[in-house]
Antibody, heavy 121, light 108 residues
């Protein structure tokens, strides 16, 4: 199970930290990702992290502003979002790969319901 | 970036009939393609991965085919619960995972 939280309304330039609480699997063994879905737009990959947290990846649109991390002791995935822009407004989902600990060529078998981020003045 | 294009945008089919959804990649993605179903207010649900392998618990009326740049999802006999939005996603060019714009499957 994946359960996101932390979304809300924030002014442009502001910050938010999203959380994704996980259960039902060995968290440290699975690569995790964040995706977002803006109204009327297709799903967009945001960021990924390997099971050991050694490797992190970001979409160009968020690189330098967002930071993905994970806490093995809490079985929780995070997305720190800084310098937010109006175009970051979306429903943010966390998802886990079907396979193992490495970010790679894998589909996403499990998704959370999402948490809504609205960036507006 | 690999661009995924789905067709048609909307497909109207009667219950019990067959639905055929298409997905095209802007360059070869081998068989690194997944199909997802999404209903309003819900998260995406993985149906098919590796272009043709059904995910756990997915009924066998769902089937996927294709490789390279052309892919198809067929739902052989539509049930009421199948009317939803369907996305294809490539994971060949990881981690730059990209999705199609979706096909809305509606009741005729």
């Amino acid at each position: 199970q994946l359960l996101e939280s932390g979304g809300g309304l924030v002014h442009p330039g502001g910050s938010l930290r999203l959380s994704c609480a996980t259960s039902g699997f060995t968290f440290s063994n699975i690569a995790m990702s964040w995706f977002r879905q803006a109204p009327g737009k297709r799903l967009e990959w945001v960021s990924s992290i390997g099971g050991s947290a050694d490797n992190t990846y970001y979409a160009d649109s968020v690189k330098g502003r967002f930071t993905i991390s994970r806490d093995r002791s809490q079985n929780t995935l995070y997305l720190q979002m800084d310098s937010l822009r109006a175009e970051d407004t979306a429903l943010y989902h966390c998802a886990r790969v079907l396979g193992g600990p490495d970010v790679g060529a894998d589909s996403f078998g499990y998704w959370g319901q999402g948490t809504l981020v609205t960036v507006s003045s | 970036e690999i661009v995924m294009t789905q067709s048609p945008a909307t497909l109207s089919v009667s219950p019990g009939e067959r639905a055929t959804l298409s997905c095209r990649a802007s360059q070869s993605i081998r068989n690194n393609l997944a199909w997802y179903q999404q209903k309003p207010g819900q998260s995406p649900r993985l149906l098919i991965y590796a272009a043709s392998t059904r995910a756990t618990g997915i009924p066998d009326r769902f089937s996927g085919s294709g490789s390279g740049t052309e892919f198809t999802l067929i739902i052989s006999s539509l049930q009421s619960e199948d009317f939803a939005l369907y996305y294809c996603q490539q994971y060949n060019d990881w981690p730059r995972y990209t999705f199609g714009q979706g096909t809305r499957l509606e009741i005729k």
